[in-house]
């Protein structure tokens, strides 16, 4: 028996990675995430490989296995992909203190966040 096999989310030009729980706000990783958007594939990880944002190694990561994933799972030309949507959200968030003057508490928030990326695949032009 077993569950039905559910429809595929994506379209059959489309390859997803996902991340969860990156160690830094979603406000600066959404900076970097920015920075990709509709580039090519090949273009995205030049930048990331240069970038100096300390963020930029996991993006790359999350991105290259986006690119395995359409080449092997989905059969897609590497050559022809780019970034077409790159999401962040926000994971939790660790709430620590601080010791401060006169019996007081200062908080501080440590947040966390995730982040998808979808590669779709251009249409060749003749």
Do not use: C, Y
């Not at 994933?69 to 203190?97: I, P, T």
């Amino acid at each position: 028996m077993g569950k039905k096999k559910t429809d595929r989310r994506l379209a059959d030009n489309e390859a997803m990675a996902r991340a969860k729980m990156i160690r830094i706000s979603p406000q600066k990783l959404n900076l970097v995430a920015a920075s990709i958007r509709g580039k090519s594939a090949s273009a995205a990880v030049a930048e990331l490989a240069f970038s100096k944002r300390r963020v930029a190694k996991d993006v790359k990561a999350i991105l290259e296995s986006a690119i395995a994933n359409a080449e092997n799972n989905h059969q897609l030309d590497v050559d022809n992909l780019f970034v077409a949507e790159a999401s962040v959200g926000r994971a939790m968030v660790m709430k620590r203190w601080k010791a401060r003057a006169r019996g007081r508490v200062g908080k501080i928030l440590k947040p966390w966040s995730n982040m998808r990326i979808i590669l779709r695949e251009r249409e060749e032009t003749a």
